[in-house]
């Protein structure tokens, strides 16, 4: 089955007598490249009746006044009419299939008696995040309006950018109408294609919905592209500086290559291979180096401010062809850089205090030790012995004092992971083996404490018992065996019969 985008001019007008030659453009599959093409016109009841078709079918009515041509290669196929009459003037279809059910677009063919000629649709195609450059010839030079670009839909054309600023949500920092030439004609640059940019488009001066004064294009985007991706996005710090490379086609001889900064739809060029180099931008902005053999140039930026935030443009010239690509600029405060391999963020050099100059992972492990600390200072009875446990890094040779700490960027952190790491790890062993230690230790010692305090509590029981029974036997000794208390000293002993023995109790 046919598949993808079918385009097509949405008017066409001819002279009465004269001849038309209209073009209809598909995406370039196998499916769409050898399906059967025709040509119908739609009549009062709604029914488009083919008039010609690739499998050499032709209306009799038509015959000798009507052809078709296909070229797969270029995915667009031509109906060409000649000896046009009134009648001629209708709505007609081109597409791929079956007429019925097929791929088809709708067309409105207007049969004047004294038309002018016809402007040729202007069919550009592109490659996949590539650029392309569209030829917008005088309009109404007497008129002051505004030139414009837009995108023919069903019922009306959607304005994607005008010379007074506006610019459509999806298409900032890729789309640029240039500034009016001396002829009264201008162009369109677009830079990073997508596969959804295919369709027709129509540019001019005045308004979109004019049918006489507008350029109509045809822009296909074809996916197979060797296009090295670029970087959409850079960043750098306040005070530093980046570099990035500006791509164009080895192959093209472009005569001029330039930077420029998109704002609100306009570029204004601040240095290009020439020498030039805007005076806001003076001492840091250069081209550092050239490659035509691989088609590319490098930019670096140095002093960044946050003002320079935006959309630049790398351009390379040659006649009225440009071949332009974009970027964006991200300058913070904070410090970070690009992950692109193309691309080199280098930041300023700052002087950090070495609590400053730590690194998020280190003050981590270092508030980890405070904590440790506290909890065996508040577990442990006994002396504690503080142990600090720092992860090792690698020390630059280079001669650099400890208080001359350099960042090159917020990437180098994740270089310390394989040091911190095992380190932290070690650290959480080390925790749980010392809260481990210092709970068996606590039972230990409660557990000998409540031994103790129980035989305390067990002698202190006997020892009462004990003294009891012989506060008993002394105070109350059994009358058959008291043979007679001697004084001695103070204290008085009582002699028992039988037995030999005495108590002694103080008197």
């Known amino acids: 089955p046919v598949s993808g985008s079918l385009y097509s001019p949405s008017f066409l007008t001819g002279g009465l007598g004269g001849s038309v030659t209209h073009q209809c453009f598909y995406s370039i599959t196998p499916a769409n490249k050898y399906d059967r093409k025709f040509w119908c016109k739609i009549a009062g009841n709604g029914v488009c009746y083919t008039i010609i078709s690739s499998t050499d079918y032709t209306s009799r009515e038509y015959v000798g006044r009507v052809s078709l041509k296909d070229v797969p290669q270029n995915g667009t196929f031509m109906v060409t009419m000649t000896g046009l009459k009134s009648s001629d003037t209708g709505t007609y279809r081109c597409g791929i299939g079956p007429t019925r059910g097929g791929l088809s677009v709708s067309l409105n063919l207007t049969v004047l008696a004294d038309a002018g000629v016809s402007k040729p649709i202007q069919h550009i195609q592109g490659l996949l995040h590539g650029s392309v450059t569209v030829l917008c010839p005088p309009g109404d030079t007497q008129s002051g309006g505004k030139r414009f670009w837009c995108k023919v839909g069903r019922t009306s054309c959607t304005l994607i950018a005008d010379s007074n600023g506006y610019m459509g949500r999806n298409y900032h920092g890729r789309v640029l109408i240039t500034p009016r030439e001396s002829s009264g004609g201008f162009k369109i640059l677009i830079n990073d294609l997508k596969k959804e940019d295919s369709g027709l488009y129509r540019c001019g001066t005045g308004r979109p919905s004019g049918q006489s004064g507008p350029q109509e294009v045809i822009l296909q985007v074809t996916t197979a592209s060797a296009l090295p991706r670029r970087p959409k996005f850079l960043s750098g710090t306040v005070g530093g500086s980046l570099s990035f490379k500006c791509h164009y086609d080895p192959k093209g001889s472009y005569k001029k290559k330039y930077l420029c900064r998109w704002k609100e739809g306009s570029c204004s060029v601040l240095l290009d291979d020439d020498g030039f180099v805007h005076k806001a931008y003076k001492g840091r902005i250069q081209i550092t180096s050239s490659d035509p053999k691989h088609g590319t140039y490098t930019v670096v930026m140095s002093q960044l401010r946050e003002g320079d935030t935006g959309w630049y443009w790398c351009r390379a010239q040659s006649g009225h062809t440009e071949h332009t690509s974009s970027v964006k600029l991200l300058i913070q405060k904070e410090i970070c850089s690009s992950q692109d391999p193309e691309t080199t963020t280098l930041v300023k050099p700052t002087l950090l205090s070495p609590a400053a100059s730590r690194s998020p992972t280190q003050r981590s492990i270092t508030d980890l030790m405070y904590v440790m600390d506290t909890i065996t200072e508040s577990t442990t009875m006994g002396t504690v012995t503080e142990t600090t446990l720092l992860p090792t890094a690698t020390t630059s040779t280079s001669g650099t004092s400890p208080g001359d700490t350099y960042l090159e960027s917020s990437s180098g952190e994740s270089h310390l992971l394989p040091v911190v790491l095992p380190a932290l790890a070690l650290l959480i062993c080390i925790a749980t083996a010392v ?41 109350t000794p059994s009358p058959g065996d008291v043979q007679g208390c001697k004084v001695d000293s103070g204290k008085c002993r009582w002699v028992l019969s039988g037995t030999g023995t005495a108590n002694v109790t103080s008197l």
């Open 435 to 475: 809260l481990t230690l210092t709970k068996i230790k606590l039972q230990k010692k409660m557990g000998e404490g409540r031994s103790t305090i129980g035989n305390l509590e067990t002698t202190r029981v006997q020892t009462e018992v004990n003294l009891g029974k012989e506060q008993t036997m002394e105070e």
